[in-house]
């Protein structure tokens, strides 16, 4: 696989504007998928934190996480109409929860954070509402709200309670004004594609494809996942097909390969004509 992966970096590099225009492309979309990974992590780790030190569960109306200077912050709210924080898990880089700092004390949203509830409460009434927002078996959807200089989006992941699987797909993507109108709402994969792993899988490369409607790159929200996720799966590689691409994500360096379908094909040829036993590796 590494002499696989080497020559499509040459194969790359040998055509240094294509390769510009595809990283110019893609560069956001890694970017926006760290985002969600920063995000979801600290909400991972930062409910099992709080909920095994917060005893009246009832009180909780839900959670969202952000980014704050160097760290990273999950904040529960209460049900109220006038909501309001009871408690805030906060996180460095490592979202080591020894380290974590829990307050549960109440006190009022700061402004980003009532910006932030307010937009995922948003959110969740137009989910509430509309049938696009598909549920399955053993499975939840996660609201991830995110605020970047005047971008409002607000990114719906699937995630399951099995700790066998990965779930790609039935993903979706509201966009918002400043005052927290819905302006867009899209699915971002036509489907819900599960994958499973298990501690004694040998399986280090896994794959998925896009259908048009997906586009033609990795999604963020693919990104997200696969980081979340690594740790645990131990994949090497994750590959998305799409109509007229093939992204090769590096799960070891979270680095992105994007390359033709067609110049996929020439190269598979050709290895299978040079060195047949470098393809089975």
């Known amino acids: 696989m590494k002499k696989y992966i080497t020559l499509l970096c040459l194969t790359v590099a040998t055509i240094p504007s294509f390769a510009k225009d595809l990283n110019k492309a893609t560069q956001p979309i890694i ?19 709080f909920l095994s ?12 996480s952000y980014a704050f200077k160097d760290s990273a912050r999950c904040v529960f709210y209460s049900k109220e109409d006038q909501a309001d924080v009871i408690g805030t898990v906060t996180f460095d880089n490592t979202y080591n929860v020894e380290t974590a700092r829990i307050e549960t004390l109440p006190r009022n949203f700061t402004a980003e954070e009532k910006t932030l509830y307010e937009l995922r409460r948003a959110a969740l009434n137009t989910m509430r509402s509309d049938t696009m927002f598909k549920m399955y078996q053993d499975m939840n959807l996660n609201v991830i709200p995110l ?55 040998t399986d280090h490369r896994t794959i998925h494809s896009h259908l048009p409607e997906t586009g033609d790159f990795i999604t963020a929200t693919d990104i997200c996942t696969l980081m979340l996720y690594q740790p645990l799966t131990k994949w090497k590689t994750h590959i998305v097909v799409s109509q007229r691409y093939v992204n090769i994500w590096s799960c070891e360096t979270n680095q992105l390969i994007v390359i033709t379908r067609d110049a996929m094909e020439k190269i598979n040829a050709d290895q299978k004509k040079r060195h047949p036993e470098a393809v089975s590796e």
């Open 147 to 201: 605020i970047s200089g005047k971008e409002r989006k607000v990114y719906v992941l699937s995630g399951t309670q099995r700790h066998d699987l990965v779930l790609f797909g039935n993903d979706y993507l509201m966009t918002f004004d400043k005052n927290n109108k819905l302006k867009e709402k899209k699915p971002l994969h036509q489907n819900l594609i599960p994958i499973e792993y298990g501690q004694d899988s």
């Open 53 to 64: 030190s917060y005893s009246q569960k009832e009180n909780i109306g839900g959670y969202f």
């Open 31 to 49: 970017e926006e998928g760290k985002r969600l990974y920063r995000s979801e992590m600290a909400s991972w780790y930062g409910t099992d934190v």
